[in-house]
């Protein structure tokens, strides 16, 4: 695997060690599932986002996910030689972040049961990396997520020990009022740090830039070059924040061809943010290539097919890291006879 294949893979592992997992970060929304119908034949490409008992959970290319039984699937390369012999594959390879497609039958519970099952040597080589680097991560993630659980519990008994010590005050003559007005703070102040380690995973869309490529080019045009200065320009002032790269392809030519075009294109832009303006890679998001995938325009006019080869970079704000917790106080104090 090249060494740009393994960036990627670092760069998924730092981004992870950031921000905390991003999933659907700016939406907040959940993907649909298909039910396939039992019995019913089926082809569907897509990305392996999960394993699970008897295969694996994917996502194809309009973001809808479906459930995948492998146990009995034939495991195929999809060559890009057709003179050599394909290469063998077993079932412990079909790891996350894997481009597949896969050809079967529904069941009686709407999973997919796949007879056949094809992906590139290639995609295997960078979902390898990606999962041997992010499972560790991952680790450590769920080990941060139990100690924000026991501070929250921590949390819940210091309001409890609060609401105490309210009442014992209110028995002391003249300290009833003082010590409600301490408790309201000090919850105040804990429910607004729960809020803010809640929104740690949600982001702003600070700016966006769509860079339009020629035909069957990666390369950066100089008004490209112009509009990637001004995402960095302003990244570089902004708090918490990293930087996502989507490349595009219109229709034009094999879709292979153009998922691997789109995915030239997401680098490229990758490289001059970080070679010409210093943007740390932790602080990019892995440029991903979607191919013909989420067009903005019709393929069919000329015009239509320039607007989809392009590649989109959105600056995103972490809401937890920017927003203060600010604790309401009263405003001088209570008079109480002595």
Do not use: C, W
Not at 11 to 35: D, E, H, M, R, W
Request: glycine letters at 8%; aromatic letters at 4%.
């Amino acid at each position: 695997m090249n060494k740009l294949s393994i960036l990627r893979s670092l760069v998924v592992v730092l981004f992870v060690a950031l921000a905390i997992p991003v999933a659907a970060q700016t939406t907040g929304s959940t993907a649909s599932s298909i039910q396939v119908t039992s019995g019913a034949k089926m082809k569907v490409k897509g990305m392996i986002i999960k394993r699970e008992d008897q295969g694996f959970r994917m996502r194809d290319q309009s973001g809808s996910e479906v459930s995948v039984t492998a146990t009995n699937a034939k495991l195929e390369e999809k060559k890009g030689n057709p003179f050599r012999g394909g290469k063998k594959y077993t079932h412990t390879q079909l790891v996350r972040g894997l481009y597949v497609e896969v050809e079967g039958r529904g069941d009686s519970s709407g999973n997919l049961v796949a007879d056949k099952i094809k992906f590139s040597d290639d995609d295997l080589k960078v979902a390898t990396a990606v999962e041997s680097t992010v499972v560790p991560v991952e680790s450590r993630l769920g080990q941060a997520e139990d100690r924000v659980t026991r501070t929250e519990q921590n949390a819940q008994r210091l309001s409890g020990q609060l609401d105490e010590l309210s009442q014992v005050a209110n028995l002391a003559k003249g300290g009833a009022a003082a010590a409600q007005e301490t408790a309201d703070v000090a919850v105040d102040g804990v429910n607004k740090t729960n809020d803010r380690i809640s929104s740690l995973d949600e982001f702003d869309v600070r700016k966006t830039e769509t860079i339009n490529f020629r035909v069957g080019s990666a390369v950066l045009s100089a008004d490209a070059k112009s509009q990637l200065d001004s995402i960095a320009n302003q990244a570089k002032g902004e708090k918490g924040f990293v930087i996502e790269v989507r490349g595009f392809a219109s229709a034009d030519g094999a879709e292979n061809s153009n998922r691997l075009l789109s995915q030239r294109r997401a680098e490229a832009v990758m490289h001059y943010l970080a070679e010409n303006h210093d943007i740390p890679l932790r602080r990019i998001v892995l440029p991903f290539g979607y191919g013909e995938a989420m067009p903005i325009a019709d393929n069919s006019s000329r015009d239509g097919r320039k607007q989809n080869r392009r590649a989109e970079v959105s600056i995103l704000v972490s809401k937890g890291l920017t927003s203060p917790v600010n604790v309401s106080r009263p405003v001088g104090g209570s008079n109480h006879d002595n």
